[in-house]
Nanobody, 132 residues
Framework: QLQLVESGGGLVQPGGSLRLSCAAS????????IVWFRQPPGKERKFISCIDGNPSAGTDYSESVKGRFTVSRDNAENTVYLQMNNLKSEDTGVYYCAGRSRGVADTCGQYINPVHGGLNVWGEGTPVTVSS
């Protein structure tokens, strides 16, 4: 059974940091593209970041988080991380990770649509609140 479990969310002040985890089971995370999404209260789920499911582990970011967030992978832990620095109030929302097995020559950036992106395993999300 393929499963992703997010953790690490919480309440943080503006300017603070959090590290989210996306732990995989039932598959090797280094063979899956893993994509992070954020869903603010009352709004649509949107792409934040992703990491390729191959040894090069290429990454991609939305403009809203570029330079502040870093996605990484620990193959031994079978976990993908999202380090979030200099958090802003607009970063508030539920953060989801999702995955899709890698293809022959695809990249994670091809699967950033949360509805039609072809992602076949999802976590249940972890909430992040940025507030003073």
């Amino acid at each position: 059974q393929l499963q992703l479990v997010e953790s690490g969310g919480g309440l943080v002040q503006p300017g603070g940091s959090l590290r989210l985890s996306c732990a995989a089971s039932g598959f090797n995370v280094d063979r899956f593209h893993i994509v992070w999404f954020r869903q603010p209260p009352g709004k649509e789920r949107k792409f934040i970041s992703c990491i390729d499911g191959n040894p090069s582990a290429g990454t991609d970011y939305s403009e809203s988080v570029k330079g502040r967030f870093t996605v990484s992978r620990d193959n031994a832990e079978n976990t993908v991380y999202l380090q979030m620095n200099n958090l802003k109030s607009e970063d508030t929302g539920v953060y989801y990770c999702a995955g899709r097995s890698r293809g022959v020559a695809d990249t994670c950036g091809q699967y950033i649509n949360p509805v039609h992106g072809g992602l076949n395993v999802w976590g249940e999300g972890t909430p992040v609140t940025v507030s003073s």
